[in-house]
């Protein structure tokens, strides 16, 4: 079984850091795509970042410039630096990677939990 388990979260003024952490664990092949989504009360669930296996990122307009998405291959962890927060960055922050359990060797997305985040005008 593969589990996603998130932290970092937690409330934060407006212009302010947070870093969230995504850690993977279990029966682990490989890890290829990992990332980060978040959704807000009543909107859609929206990707905020992903990083490759090889480091290859992609942002979300909106957090271009502020947030940084990277990982460690070796601790299977990614993480998501927010840097000069903004108020409609409030929201759940949801981590996903594409895994091959040693089971299986099939890729499949899990996703973790979800952190809360919340920004303070």
């Known amino acids: 079984q593969v589990q996603l388990v998130e932290s970092g979260g937690g409330l934060v003024q407006a212009g302010g850091s947070l870093r969230l952490s995504c850690a993977a664990s279990?029966?682990?092949?490989?890890?290829?795509?990992m990332g980060w989504y978040r959704q807000a009360p009543g909107s859609q669930r929206e990707l905020v970042a992903g990083?490759?296996?090889?480091?290859?990122?992609n942002y979300a307009d909106s957090v271009k410039g502020r947030f940084t998405i990277s990982r460690d291959n070796a601790k299977n962890t990614v993480y998501l630096q927010m840097n000069s927060l903004k108020p409609e960055d409030t929201a759940v922050y949801y981590c996903?990677?594409?895994?091959?359990?040693?089971?299986?060797?099939?890729?499949?997305?899990?996703w973790g939990q979800g952190t809360q985040v919340t920004v303070s005008s």
């Open positions: 279990g029966s682990i092949f490989r890890i290829n795509a």
């Open positions: 990083i490759t296996s090889d480091g290859s990122t």
């Open positions: 996903n990677a594409d895994v091959a359990p040693r089971i299986t060797l099939e890729y499949k997305r899990y």
